[in-house]
């Protein structure tokens, strides 16, 4: 549906994205992740033209988008500070787009009562946007880019604005919207929580590149390198040396086995921290140490366990039967085990 | 802070107002509706309302208020066109530029007023730079050259207050609009125009009520035909020494002012209810 090719932009010296190519499916939620200086929000401006790429080609169902200034581009933003018009009302906002497209009158404001129906905020039509609460704006940011029914909806952070608990609620609540609606969104964000639930793809950006594209659950569990095992989810990283499922730790003068075999020689093992155990009992590979310290995540109890060389293992031990079970003082020996097809292996 | 503590603070700007706007204000009007008479000063306390109606109804004053009201206008027209695209130039220019610019619209205050305008003198005398460039007819002492005057003062007053205007506003609503199909000159109807406004109506303030009551420029660049009520103001003063006169001018200069303002609010609020009917 959408094609980026060999996207190249430079703001002077820094190159912001370095030949990037991305796929959008038809009805998909694709979700940009990256930390700040990821070239993520710049890919979003050159979609919708903000941006002029130095190289590079964008089609959009066979139009090609490259040549065209935003207000010509079947695609509309949701912007992370909203950017609603303080001078018009929330139905003048939302029917901005229906207006300029030389959509009726009518026609609009008959349009405009189904989005406001849409985001639920019905009767809110005559208000100014200085008066709806932070959550009710970011509705009518939403109604708004999805009034003029883009073939392809862009939203910069669009949680970002809001507390925890509405963020949860909103996230299932866009995920909802755009399957009913069936336009393809691509999101932007830097939250790897939010990546993971809402995404129907994820592209990992790293320095104006694509480090990696794939379903939430692909990349968590077979992550292509360390950058993005490190960077969704946190994972314990050890130096290997691979010989098909045998995977020898050097450091630790012992071999463990992996579900699936690595590339031969030296590589890294990467460990997520709540598919490791406490005491090794039927786990197929175990590793000795000594707990250092434990802290309370809330949702579980994360244990640093160091091990014969130095090397630090977290683990994230279950609080299916309470707090006082999973409790370790530190100094404890204990053995941390895991299956084969808890082990990632990743080229060094 | 004690009762009597704020009091005294208030004391101050509430004094200087007092002693500086209100009372001789108070006189003025209390001249206007004095009677004429021969002596110092020459006018005797009474009430009179002579004067008010001789100026509001003997053509030359109406006429040179009206004539007043004409080129303050057309220059507050006229500084608008001109000072809404430097500003905003200034506005979207790199931040490192902004100043340098800002300082460049300021920089002609570093002359004297009088300089400036015996500069354009210069310039536009038939035997001037301008004129002999650009083979123009005779430019000095006519209403062009007034009106030249008029806006070279003036457009930085009008350039500063839409330069503080847009420099606010977020260019995610430009970009928004835009990103909602609205092609550039809209963009700038429908959200650019309509956000400055209140550093229209600040521009607009600041050129309207110093050029109505203007005496100088006329008087060195403008005809001698053109006779605006700055000057009418100054020659009932000074060579009539008609003190009566010379405050009713000015009683009705400022109604004019105080008028002007509030129908260009009504209308500029008439505008923006029927734009919000969109």
């Known amino acids: ?348 | 802070m004690s009762r009597a503590g704020r009091r005294a603070v208030l004391a101050v700007p509430v004094g200087w107002l007092i002693l500086l706007l209100v009372a001789p204000l108070a006189i003025v009007v209390l001249i206007a509706f004095a009677l004429p008479a021969d002596g110092v000063p020459p006018y005797s306390i009474g009430f009179s309302l002579d004067n008010l109606l001789l100026v509001a109804s003997d053509p030359l004053y109406r006429d040179a208020l009206l004539r007043s009201l004409r080129v303050a206008g057309v220059s507050t027209v006229a500084c608008l066109v001109i000072g809404f695209p430097m500003a905003l130039a200034i506005a979207r220019a790199p931040p490192r530029w902004q100043n340098p610019l800002l300082l460049a619209v300021m920089l002609p205050f570093w002359t004297g007023f009088l300089m400036r305008i015996n500069a354009w003198i210069g310039l536009l005398a038939d035997d001037g730079l301008i004129v002999r460039l650009l083979g123009l007819p005779p430019v000095l002492y006519t209403d062009a050259a007034l009106y030249i005057g008029m806006i070279y003062t003036y457009l930085p007053f009008m350039v500063l207050p839409l330069y503080a205007r847009l420099s606010r506003l977020d260019p995610a609503l430009m970009e928004a609009a835009a990103d909602l199909g609205a092609p550039p000159w809209r963009v700038f109807l429908r959200v650019i125009l309509p956000l400055s406004l209140p550093g229209v109506a600040a521009g607009a303030a600041l050129v309207f009520v110093p050029a109505i009551g203007e005496y100088v420029i006329p008087a060195l660049l403008g005809g001698p035909q053109a006779e605006l009520i700055g000057r009418v103001l100054w020659e009932e003063f000074f060579s009539n020494r008609d003190w009566p006169t010379a405050s009713a001018v000015a009683v009705w200069l400022l109604v004019v002012l105080v008028a002007v303002p509030i129908a260009a609010q009504w209308v500029t609020r008439r505008v923006r209810q029927a734009s919000e009917g969109e």
């Open chain 1, 1 to 348: 549906m959408l094609t980026a090719s060999g996207l190249t932009v430079r703001y002077g010296s820094t190159t912001a994205l370095d030949h990037l190519d991305l796929t959008v499916q038809r009805d998909e939620l694709f979700v940009l992740l990256g930390g700040s200086g990821s070239g993520k929000t710049t890919l979003l401006r050159t979609i919708a033209g903000f941006v002029r790429p130095e190289a590079g080609r964008i089609v959009l169902d066979d139009i090609d988008l490259s040549a065209l200034p935003p207000h010509r581009r079947p695609v509309n933003t949701m912007f992370q500070s909203y950017a609603l018009f303080p001078h018009m009302s929330v139905a003048a906002n939302i029917g901005f787009g229906l207006r300029q497209r030389g959509v009726s009158r009518a026609e609009t404001r008959r349009r405009v009562e189904t989005m406001l129906a849409l985001v639920r905020l019905e009767g809110f039509g005559g208000r100014r946007p200085s008066e709806l609460s932070g959550g009710q704006q970011q509705r009518v940011a939403l109604a708004r880019s999805l009034a003029p029914s883009p073939r392809l909806l862009l939203l910069d952070e669009p949680m970002s604005a809001l507390d925890q608990s509405l963020r949860r609620d909103t996230r299932a609540e866009l995920v909802r919207l755009r399957r009913s609606l069936g336009i393809s969104f691509v999101l932007v964000t830097h939250d790897q929580d939010e990546a993971l639930e809402m995404a129907d793809r994820i592209g990992v950006m790293r320095d104006g590149r694509m480090a990696q594209v794939g379903t939430p659950a692909a990349l968590y569990e077979a992550p292509a390198g360390r950058f993005v095992a490190e960077f969704l989810g946190a994972a314990n990283i050890l130096s290997c040396v691979v010989d098909g499922c045998s995977v020898l730790l050097p450091g630790l003068g012992l071999a463990v086995h992996a579900a699936r075999p690595g590339v031969n020689g030296r590589g890294l093992l990467a460990l997520r921290a709540e598919r490791l155990r406490i005491g090794g009992d039927g786990a197929v590979n175990q590793v000795e140490g000594v707990v250092t310290e434990s802290f309370y995540a809330g949702d579980a109890l994360v244990v640093s366990v160091r091990l014969a060389d130095g090397s630090v293992l977290r683990v994230k031990r279950s609080l299916a039967d309470g707090l006082g079970a999973a409790l370790v003082e530190p100094g404890t020996s204990v053995r941390v085990g895991w299956q084969p097809d808890a082990c990632m292996l990743l080229p060094e």
